[in-house]
């Protein structure tokens, strides 16, 4: 059985705690939520069959040791946790991006799940595994896409319900750029005392007339 794969590409990490560093992401396709804000809906149908090992020697061209599978909903797929165990036993950094809705032990802890929290504006937020939140180790990450001041203080009320063990570096706020300024966002935070990381999707800003491939 073959995964089915929208696309592989090589960029700079635009998110998470790896911003700023070259990264290949491996894009699966399907998702079982449709958020309001989604910039990746070429992803819900569109894509190839692919085995392991192909998807595997696409990777090992780009001479590159860090590694993100993303969907889509990458955890939706079968064999998603086969491809992700290849990856760690050749040797790479494996970053699995989540919405959340989905048990995030699928995948071996030795990943770095960046696990979404959604939130009301998305329209998905009923859709969140709370589960998800004891599942998380010291190697994941939290990301709070945030629209307006009612997603933010659902993301700070949610703060509370993280494990300890999570550091705060590693809590993401995120903004909804066509909604919110990067400066009220920021203000939010500072204002309320925030110990968590404040993101600004750097792929859009470094190429911001394109939506696939970066």
Request: hydrophobic share 40%; charged share 25%; with cysteine.
């Amino acid at each position: 059985m073959n995964l089915t794969v929208n696309e592989i590409f090589y960029s700079i990490q635009g998110e998470s705690v790896y911003a700023g560093l070259p990264c290949v992401f491996v894009r699966l396709t399907g998702c079982n939520l449709r958020c309001r804000y989604c910039d990746t809906r070429y992803a819900y149908d569109e894509g190839s069959a692919m085995a392991v090992g192909p998807i595997m020697d696409r990777v090992a061209s780009f001479d590159c040791n860090l590694v993100e599978i993303t969907g889509g909903e990458p955890l939706l797929q079968d064999r998603t946790p086969e491809l992700a165990a290849a990856l760690l036993a050749k040797g790479y950094e494996v970053l699995v991006e989540t919405n959340g809705s989905l048990d995030i032990d699928r995948v071996d802890r030795r990943c770095s799940r960046i696990m979404d929290v959604k939130c009301p504006s998305s329209g998905e937020a009923s859709k969140n595994d709370a589960d998800n939140l004891e599942r998380l180790t010291a190697n994941d990450q939290v990301k709070f896409v945030i629209g307006d001041h009612e997603d933010f203080r659902f993301a700070v009320q949610t703060l509370d319900r993280l494990p300890a063990v999570l550091p705060h570096d590693r809590i993401l706020f995120s903004r909804i750029a066509e909604r919110l300024p990067p400066d009220r966002l920021a203000g939010w935070m500072l204002d309320a005392n925030i110990r968590a990381r404040m993101q600004i999707q750097l792929h859009k800003v470094i190429w911001p007339e394109r939506d696939r491939g970066v």
